[in-house]
């Protein structure tokens, strides 16, 4: 499949007149062909206006309809083989192995969301019976939830397939029954046009309304801001940045119909260290944090920013051999210049923090845009005093915490901003402290682990990717696993409403065969 370096809106190939755009290699710093033609409010307008046209006819469709398009998605991104792999290499710097891992995940979570909507439950069907001799009467009434509208979906940096153009954000909206309008990250401009057309030509051979996907292209923010702005659009999904993050917030808030951006920001992902682990294991805890501090060059929003432990000679320890593991540690490339001059400027403010020093490096960059992993320490006292230690560094960087007992440990969990992850490394003897932890992290974290690291977050039923802000802008939703539906989703209540016009799912012969709460009881038929 030819990358041309056109929009995808509806059926059509759309050449951008307003800005030319190309990807860049930032392991060499070479520009990749083809030129991208950029557009801008006129595009954005014709993807909305076609997402609005397909909306009703698109919800309507069975879920098994639905379920076979995202099936049909997952087929036909595995069926572009080593061209997309090669392409998403040469545009993030990102190694072939872990892009073929992240293509296994975003097929994987195109088919889970078939399979929910095979189950049913996400409709939420509950049939209320009539009781028409009670006083005052009930109707009758029944529920279900229905697709919100068009979305918005914005491509992110650092997941060039999973969290881009066919990623979680894209599956759980078409699922959902949601167009969806995506616009492109400019990193990976090549790589969202091979996806892009998979999409499109599965719309096409589903027999779905063309306005049921989009690709559009475009720099700086006029086009994301049209985007977001547009009447017809009703949510947005977006993983970055907090100030990209909330400056999204901030147009969907101000539009005279308000709509809900779910938007994965900043997190520092803390990891507590307990007493009795790490005088039991605290050298294998070491090394395994710092592999997962240096995973992908840090380039993960769950990476492990920040570790805390209490004073003494076990920590004394474990800082010596998580300093030794780190030293042997290669600078890696980062996703794009810009990522690279952040890390570097973020590390270097972290390091000018009145009692905040650095106690490690890994080697020494070898090549243009690699990032050298870096391990910081300072107290709880500066920590709880300087708002600066709690500031995202995007990459192989982590602060180190020292704690002078349980109690000081527990008043820096309770200072933390909302988190994706908290982690706890704990043994049996640690379970009582670990508990009122637990207590606290739970208000703080969308997901709590214990004995693990935070990287990699598994696309499954019960996974929850997010957290009080500014790890999220809402706290109630998740952005990877079967929940993640929900976002996309609304009730409407039928009352009293004649039998040959409710939908599927609230007919009293079940036609779709769903498990349903009819007067307070789940039942199937």
Known sequence: MNITGDMLIGASAVRGQQTRLHAINPATGETLAPVFGGGGEAEAERACALAEAAFDTFRNTPPETRARLLEAIADGIEALGDALIERAHAESGLPLARLQGERGRTAGQLRLFARVLRDGRWQSATLDSALPRRTPPRPDLRLQKIAVGPVAVFGASNFPLAFSVAGGDTASALAAGCPVVVKAHSAHLGTSELVGRVIQKAVADGGLPEGVFSLLVGSGTSIGTAL???????????????????????????????????????????????????RSRGGQIARDLVDSLVLGAGQFCTNPGLVLAQQGDALDAFRAAAVAALQDKAAATMLTPGIHRAYEQGAGQLAEVEGVQRIGLGCAAAGPNQARPALFETTAARFLADHRTQAEVFGPSSLLVVCRDADEMLAVARHLEGQLTATVQADAADHAQAGNLLTVLERKAGRVLFNGYPTGVEVSFAMVHGGPFPATSDTRATSVGASAIERFLRPVCYQNVPAELLPPALQDANPLNLWRLKDGEPVKG
């Open 228 to 278: 977001v702005a547009h009447p017809a659009i009703q949510a947005v999904g977006f993983t970055g940045s907090r100030a990209g993050g909330l400056a999204l917030v901030q147009v969907a808030s101000s539009r005279p119909q308000p709509i809900p951006v779910y938007a994965e920001m900043s997190s520092i992902n803390p990891v507590f260290l307990l007493p009795a682990a790490l």
